[in-house]
């Protein structure tokens, strides 16, 4: 049966219309108009409000039933960024939004995001760039998704530049998009000649103006991914009575259990974040809404809303906004079949009572969902099976994480007689690195056994040696005078250097300083 809505403003994802009406037939729209659309034997909606395309959130990554979680909030299409394809494939078939996926990224060998979803297939080199896409395409994947990570202090491999240019290339070859999961400026400006199409993450470190003017001139789009925040202290998602309302009880205790998580001692500079965003949107790139859902304190389509706020907050209009998580994405990712208002598209549409080009926080006020003509059950999902088993991957993946950081975190060692400590043991790719107490490098990585062993042996002893310090252009060889956690007095060996008789103060952590003598650069 048809269904024709009318008495409504219409939003066709990129500027309010003058009409006022939507017919609705075999899955898409038919027409948009006045009161005339509506014909005998259609199933009439008198609307209010505002009527505009379905939602799309550009970056997620899929639990059972996110599909279902999503439409409930207005979201009729699921961007997936790293998902296993079984995954994929049972998302596909829940009856909620449409997914596209990326199906498994390619990553290093232990690189991000292994401890969520490992094992799965890596990528040693470029050598494997073709036989990777390849792979994926066969599992159905509608772009691909690179990651160029080091992991920040967890220091986890990545792909190199020259692997991330083969991929870019391969998936080109393949029909795909390349998406490239990076989070600083330097890391988005060195994948620029590789030719990624879009960053999944604007950076969350300060942009300069050449940096900003790179991307620009590059073509990339970016998706904001600012709702990230809200797993951190301040606003949050909770705090938002129209989407709380909507999560139930299950999701509610969820978010309110992630609010007093362990958090590090830094947390992300989010401010630099919202203003690379509206540095980006006043250089004319495109920027794109999408969530990272399911992220501590990111709900699956719930979220989607809060980005929006995020977006204006950053600087966009709430019209393109809106257009970020509609017409926009859709053209990026070549989604030609949605994202507006216009008749032979999919009748994806979400009805909100009030006005959010004006104000886009009302876009929460959802009054009614439209998926291929089809009005949503936006109730169904609370309480169901599908909500249980999202939660239950949810905290079996979080349990995964949890004991992920803890084998990567640094390990204390200490000297069993008056318990002094000694240095300690650091992650380094597979193997673990000892280092003193002040951060200075004793040996390459090894085993855990074979670096404690170092440390035990050397953690102390080695302070009188010579060390390298790499504080300016080069490394020079230097003499420990007095070691603290947090700064170290030295000596430069070179006796043309000018220094004072007592040395000088540096600090090891923004050096790098090793026993062993660097190999020429």
């Given at each position: 049966m048809a269904t024709t809505i009318t008495g409504v403003r219409v939003f066709d994802g990129e500027r309010l219309t003058e009409h006022t009406a939507v017919r609705l037939e075999g899955g898409l729209i038919d027409a948009v108009g006045g009161d005339e659309l509506l014909r005998p034997g259609d199933q009439h909606v008198a609307g209010r409000g505002t009527l505009l395309p379905g939602l799309i959130d550009a970056h997620v990554h899929l639990l059972p039933g996110a599909s279902r979680q999503a439409l409930t909030f207005g979201v009729t299409t699921l961007l997936d960024m790293f998902s296993k394809p079984e995954t994929v494939r049972e998302a596909e078939a829940e009856g909620g939004a449409d997914v596209r996926s990326s199906s498994i990224g390619a990553t290093a060998p232990g690189g991000h995001p292994s401890m969520m979803y490992a094992p799965f297939p890596y990528v040693t080199g470029p050598a494997d760039a073709e036989a990777f896409v390849a792979d994926r395409v066969a599992e159905g994947a509608r772009h691909l998704k690179v990651l160029y990570d080091d992991g920040g202090p967890l220091r986890v491999p990545s792909l190199d530049v020259p692997t991330v240019a083969a991929l870019v290339s391969a998936a080109h070859g393949a029909g795909l998009l390349a998406v490239a999961h990076v989070t600083t400026a330097a890391a988005a400006v060195d994948l620029l000649p590789t030719g990624v199409d879009v960053l999944a993450h604007v950076p969350f470190d300060?942009?300069?103006?050449?940096?900003?003017?790179?991307?620009?001139?590059?073509?990339?789009?970016?998706?904001?991914?600012?709702?990230?925040?809200?797993?951190?202290?301040?606003?949050?998602?909770?705090?938002?009575?129209?989407?709380?309302?909507?999560?139930?009880?299950?999701?509610?205790?969820?978010?309110?259990?992630?609010?007093?998580?362990?958090?590090?001692?830094?947390?992300?500079?989010?401010?630099?974040?919202?203003?690379?965003?509206?540095?980006?949107?006043?250089?004319?790139?495109?920027?794109?809404?999408?969530?990272?859902?399911?992220?501590?304190?990111?709900?699956?389509?719930?979220?989607?809303?809060?980005?929006?706020?995020?977006?204006?907050?950053?600087?966009?209009?709430?019209?393109?906004?809106?257009?970020?998580?509609?017409?926009?994405?859709?053209?990026?990712?070549?989604?030609?079949?949605?994202?507006?208002?216009?008749?032979?598209?999919?009748?994806?549409?979400?009805?909100?009572?009030?006005?959010?080009?004006?104000?886009?926080?009302?876009?929460?006020?959802?009054?009614?969902?439209?998926?291929?003509?089809?009005?949503?059950?936006?109730?169904?999902?609370?309480?169901?099976?599908?909500?249980?088993?999202?939660?239950?991957?949810?905290?079996?993946?979080?349990?995964?994480?949890?004991?992920?950081?803890?084998?990567?975190?640094?390990?204390?060692?200490?000297?069993?007689?008056?318990?002094?400590?000694?240095?300690?043991?650091?992650?380094?790719?597979?193997?673990w690195q000892p280092v003193t107490v002040f951060g200075g490098v004793l040996a390459g990585p090894s085993s855990r056994e074979e670096a404690e062993e170092v440390l035990r042996r050397d953690g102390l002893a080695s302070l009188g040696e010579v060390w390298w310090v790499h504080s300016g252009a080069e490394f020079r060889e230097a003499r420990i005078q007095e070691a603290r956690p947090d700064r170290i007095r030295i000596r430069w060996a070179d006796p043309l250097v000018e220094q004072s008789p007592q040395g000088e103060w540096i600090d090891p952590r923004v050096v790098r300083i090793q026993r062993q003598r660097p190999e020429a650069e």
């Open positions: 300060p942009l300069t103006a050449t940096q900003v003017a790179a991307i620009g001139e590059a073509g990339v789009a970016v998706i904001a991914t600012l709702s990230i925040a809200d797993g951190f202290p301040g606003d949050v998602l909770l705090e938002a009575p129209e989407l709380a309302g909507r999560l139930g009880p299950a999701w509610s205790d969820v978010l309110r259990r992630q609010a007093h998580r362990w958090l590090p001692p830094e947390l992300p500079d989010f401010a630099a974040a919202a203003r690379n965003v509206g540095l980006l949107y006043e250089a004319g790139v495109t920027v794109l809404a999408g969530t990272d859902a399911p992220n501590p304190g990111i709900v699956h389509g719930a979220s989607v809303h809060r980005e929006l706020q995020r977006l204006v907050a950053a600087g966009l209009t709430p019209v393109e906004a809106l257009a970020a998580a509609t017409a926009r994405t859709a053209e990026v990712f070549g989604l030609a079949d949605r994202g507006r208002v216009l008749p032979g598209l999919r009748a994806d549409l979400l009805l909100v009572d009030g006005s959010p080009d004006v104000d886009v926080a009302e876009t929460q006020r959802i009054a009614a969902v439209w998926k291929d003509g089809v009005r949503a059950d936006v109730d169904g999902y609370v309480g169901s099976a599908a909500e249980r088993a999202g939660l239950e991957a949810l905290r079996a993946q979080t349990e995964k994480v949890i004991a992920a950081v803890r084998e990567m975190l640094p390990v204390t060692v200490r000297r069993d007689e008056d318990g002094e400590v000694l240095g300690h043991l650091r992650r380094e790719g597979t193997g």
